[in-house]
Nanobody
C-alpha cells in the first residue's frame, strides 16, 4: 500500500487548507486511517483518525472543533479539512493506514502511532502569523 499526501502549503493565521491522501495498491475502505504531524525538533503526534466504517472519528484536543477528518472510499482518498489555522499547526502532515481490515479497536488505539503500518511521505503546512 502506498499513500500520497498532498494539499499542504503556506496560509495565513485563521485560514483553511484541505489535505488529501490518495491510496494505491490497497483499499482504505475497511481500514482505520489517521493523520499525524511533526514539527521541527518535535515528536510525531496524533492529529485525527477515522474508523474503517467512517462512523467514528477521533481528534487531538488541540485540533478538536477546527479540523475534520473524512474519507471517500470510492476515490480511495482520505481528507483532513483544517480551518482556523494557527501558527502552532505548522508541521509536516502524514497520513497513515492500519494493516488490519475490518477491525474495531478501543479508543486509545486510534491515537497510537504504532498501530499504523503504512505511512505517506508527508505534506508541509506552514501557518504565518
Amino acid at each position: 500500500v502506498q499513500l500520497q499526501a498532498s494539499g499542504g502549503g503556506l496560509v495565513q493565521e485563521g485560514g483553511s487548507l484541505r489535505l488529501s491522501c490518495l491510496a494505491s495498491g490497497g483499499t482504505i475502505s475497511r481500514s482505520v486511517m489517521g493523520w499525524f504531524r511533526q514539527a521541527p525538533g518535535k515528536e510525531r503526534e496524533f492529529v485525527a483518525a477515522i474508523s474503517w466504517s467512517g462512523g467514528t472519528t477521533y481528534y487531538a484536543d488541540s485540533v478538536k472543533g477546527r479540523f475534520t477528518i473524512s474519507k471517500d472510499d470510492a476515490k480511495n482518498t482520505l481528507y483532513l479539512q483544517m480551518n482556523t489555522l494557527k501558527p502552532e499547526d505548522s508541521a509536516v502532515y502524514f497520513c497513515a493506514r492500519d494493516r488490519a481490515v475490518g477491525r474495531t479497536y478501543t479508543a486509545n488505539y486510534y491515537y497510537t502511532r504504532g498501530m499504523y503500518d503504512y505511512w505517506g511521505q508527508g505534506t508541509q503546512v506552514t501557518v504565518s502569523s
